[in-house]
T-cell receptor, first 112, second 114 residues
C-alpha cells in the first residue's frame, strides 16, 4: 500500500540555521511527491512538488529531491526565518485524481 | 478568487447533537475532499467527490458520518449523533481535474464535542 513516514517533531531552530525534515515513502507505483505547509490557524498550502525520480521541487528557498533509490523526499532550507515556523507535511499521490497520503506532520519553530 | 470557504470556523456542541459542516470549493474545481485532523491520527481523508459524485468514502469512520455535494459549489459533512471523539479540525479541499496534484485547502472547522 501507499504510506508516508516523516520525522517526528517538534523541531526548534535558531534563525538562519539549516533545516532538514526527513520524509520516506512506500508506494505501489510511481507517485508524485509533495510538501505542504500549515501556518497557525490556517489550512494546508502546497509548498513544492516533484512528479518523477530525480526531480527537484523548490519554492521560497525550500528544496526537496525525489530519490527513487532511497524512496525519500527530504525537505531542506539553507537559512530558516522566523516566518517559516509552521507544520510541514510530506505527501504522495500515486496517480492523478487519486487520493493523497499525508505524513503526520513535523512542527517547526524558528526562534530569533 | 476567495479560495475554499468553510463554515463555521468553530463549532462547540454537546454529545448526541447533530453537526453540519459546510464547504464552498473554488469555482471551477472538479474535485472536493474532506479531511479530519487530530493530534493522535494526523490528517485523514474522509471522502472525496469528482463532479459532485462521491468517489471514495472508505475513510468515513462510521455511519454517523455522511457527506453530500448537491451541486458544484457546495458540500456538507454531517455527524449525527456527535461524540466527544469526533472533536477535531475538519478541512475541505478542492482541485482541478487537470491539476489534481494541487489541492487547495480551506481554513478548517474546529469542532469540539463536549
Amino acid at each position: 500500500g501507499n504510506s508516508v513516514t516523516q520525522m517526528e517533531g517538534p523541531v526548534t531552530l535558531s534563525e538562519e540555521a539549516f533545516l532538514t525534515i526527513n520524509c520516506t515513502y512506500t508506494a505501489t507505483g510511481y507517485p508524485s511527491l509533495f510538501w505542504y505547509v500549515q501556518y497557525p490557524g490556517e489550512g494546508l498550502q502546497l509548498l513544492l512538488k516533484a512528479t518523477k525520480a530525480d526531480d527537484k521541487g523548490s519554492n521560497k528557498g525550500f528544496e526537496a529531491t525525489y530519490r527513487k533509490e532511497t524512496t525519500s523526499f527530504h525537505l531542506e532550507k539553507g537559512s530558516v526565518q522566523v516566518s517559516d515556523s509552521a507544520v510541514y507535511f510530506c505527501a504522495l499521490s500515486d496517480r492523478p485524481g487519486n487520493q493523497f497520503y499525508f505524513g503526520t506532520g513535523t512542527s517547526l519553530t524558528v526562534i530569533p | 478568487d476567495a479560495g475554499v470557504i468553510q463554515s463555521p470556523r468553530h463549532e462547540v456542541t454537546e454529545m448526541g447533537q447533530e453537526v453540519t459542516l459546510r464547504c464552498k470549493p473554488i469555482s471551477g474545481h472538479d474535485y472536493l475532499f474532506w479531511y479530519r485532523q487530530t493530534m493522535m491520527r494526523g490528517l485523514e481523508l474522509l471522502i472525496y467527490f469528482n463532479n459532485n459524485v462521491p468517489i471514495d468514502d472508505s475513510g468515513m469512520p462510521e455511519d454517523r458520518f455522511s457527506a453530500k455535494m448537491p451541486n458544484a459549489s457546495f458540500s456538507t459533512l454531517k455527524i449525527q449523533p456527535s461524540e466527544p471523539r469526533d472533536s477535531a479540525v475538519y478541512f475541505c479541499a478542492s482541485s482541478l481535474e487537470q491539476r489534481t496534484d494541487e489541492q487547495y485547502f480551506g481554513p478548517g472547522t474546529r469542532l469540539t464535542v463536549t
